[in-house]
């Protein structure tokens, strides 16, 4: 007889979610933003002195926008540290290929009451400056230089004052960035703390060898891994 074995949701998203010391991301020099639009607030650049949050957002990811506003509320919370939020939506709506609407009232949904109302999910109040990315070039960028094999959204990277990365996080609608109260989800605001005090971060260990696994292989998506 075979013996199957299944994960629990609890066991499981640690594969899909936590990332270790030796995630290729990090000690990597982060993209400069330079020249992308800001929707929102104004730039702060990468590797200037401030220690840094890059986060990569989409308008539909609704799953997470508890996630979005949970970032919010940390901006809000470490005002010494500058975060941007990068959206990769496509530029385009049905009318008119070229119009940012979409992105435009996803940010001024809270501000403007002509905005058509959102009954499945309201749109989250975003905090910090916010950048559009329509092409995905930026992002495309960070995941060249990250050596990953996709950045899932919401992923965001904190940088140090010399703009190299010292940890990235993806978060779901089970990976809270902040922890359940089962304990499940990122560790992100406890390295958003060290890294806002110029600490090092708090160390994970390296990623446990799986048999059979791919390491150059992550899961695939621009889209929620909100499961």
Not at 61 to 82: C, G, H, I, R, W
Not at 89 to 117: M, Q
Not at 161 to 170: A, N, Q, Y
Request: hydrophobic share 35%; aromatic share 10%.
């Amino acid at each position: 007889t075979t013996e199957i074995y299944t994960l629990s949701l609890h066991d499981a998203l640690p594969i899909y979610f936590a990332v270790y010391d030796d995630d290729k991301a990090i000690g990597v020099d982060a993209p400069k933003l330079g020249d992308l639009e800001f929707l929102q607030g104004e730039k702060v650049e990468l590797g200037e002195g401030k220690v840094c949050v890059v986060v990569f957002l989409t308008t539909y990811s609704k799953d997470n926008f508890p996630n979005m506003t949970e970032l919010s509320e940390l901006s809000k919370q470490y005002p010494n540290v500058a975060f941007t939020g990068v959206l990769v939506d496509p530029l385009g709506t049905r009318e008119d290929p070229k119009s940012k609407a979409t992105v435009t009232n996803f940010l001024n949904y809270h501000k403007d009451d002509t905005i058509k109302r959102d009954p499945t999910a309201e749109p989250p109040h975003i905090a910090f400056p916010v950048a559009y990315d329509p092409t995905k070039e930026y992002k495309n960028k960070w995941q060249e230089d990250c050596k990953q094999a996709a950045i899932d959204i919401p992923t965001a990277f904190i940088v140090g004052k010399d703009g190299k990365i010292l940890w990235r996080e993806k978060f779901g609608q089970y990976w809270p960035v902040k922890k359940s109260k089962s304990g499940v989800g990122a560790v992100f605001p406890e390295q958003l703390a060290l890294a806002a005090e110029d600490k090092p971060m708090a160390s994970q260990g390296n990623k446990p060898k799986v048999e059979g696994e791919d390491e150059e292989e992550e899961a695939e998506g621009d889209f929620d891994m909100g499961f």
